[in-house]
Structure formats: structure tokens, C-alpha cells
């Protein structure tokens, strides 16, 4: 089984900036992707966005040209700098890693979530 652990969330003004991490530990034997989702308070969780092991990725419309998702295939590390940050972008940020375990079984993890709180 996957562990996830997310930190880097805060309070930040709009305009601002913020960098998430997240670490995955556990049996893994591959990631086949690694995505940042988020929560807003009142509203379904929706992906924010996605990187491949290949290092292909995708990005939600409302984040795109101020977001940027990167990995760290060695480390089963993924980051997310977050730019230009608007009150919108407040919610509850989940890292999920979809893995293979070094005994061949797949399974989708999901960290705690670390709140983003931009102010207006």
C-alpha cells in the first residue's frame, strides 16, 4: 500500500505563490502517474493537475499558464508551484499516485490534503 504525504499549503494573498510537495513511501515498484486534485469548500474535488512517468502532463483550463506540476521519478516526488494565486484557487489540495507494488498490484492512493487559503 501507498503512503502519501503532502506539505507546502498555507495562507497567501491573491498574486501570490505557493509550492506543494508530495512524497510517496511504501511498496512501489512503478507510478504510473502522479496529480495534484483539489477541493473547494461546497464543490466536488476536481484534478488540478496530472504528470505521467514519462513527464507528460495536463493541466484544469482554470489553472493553466499559472500552475505547474513537476516529478521526481527517483524520489516518487511530485510538486506543484502554484503562481498568480486568486481567491478561486482556495480548497483542500489532495496528491494521488496511481502505483504498482513490487508485488504487481495496483492500487490509487490519496494523501491527507494541506489546505490553500489565498485571501483577496
Known amino acids: 500500500q501507498v503512503q502519501l504525504v503532502e506539505s507546502g499549503g498555507g495562507l497567501v494573498q491573491a498574486g501570490g505563490s505557493l509550492r506543494l510537495s508530495c512524497a510517496a513511501s511504501g511498496s512501489i515498484a512503478s507510478i504510473a502517474h502522479m496529480a495534484w486534485y483539489r477541493q473547494a469548500p461546497g464543490k466536488e474535488r476536481e484534478l488540478a493537475a496530472r504528470i505521467t512517468g514519462g513527464g507528460s502532463t495536463n493541466y484544469a483550463d482554470s489553472v493553466k499558464g499559472r500552475f505547474t506540476i513537476s516529478r521526481i521519478n527517483d524520489k516518487n516526488t511530485v510538486y506543484l508551484q502554484m503562481n498568480n494565486l486568486q481567491p478561486e484557487d482556495t480548497g483542500v489540495y489532495y496528491c494521488?499516485?496511481?502505483?504498482?507494488?513490487?508485488?504487481?498490484?495496483?492500487?490509487?492512493?490519496w494523501g491527507q490534503g494541506t489546505q490553500v487559503t489565498v485571501s483577496s
Open positions: 494521488n499516485a496511481a502505483v504498482v507494488s513490487r508485488v504487481g498490484r495496483f492500487s490509487n492512493g
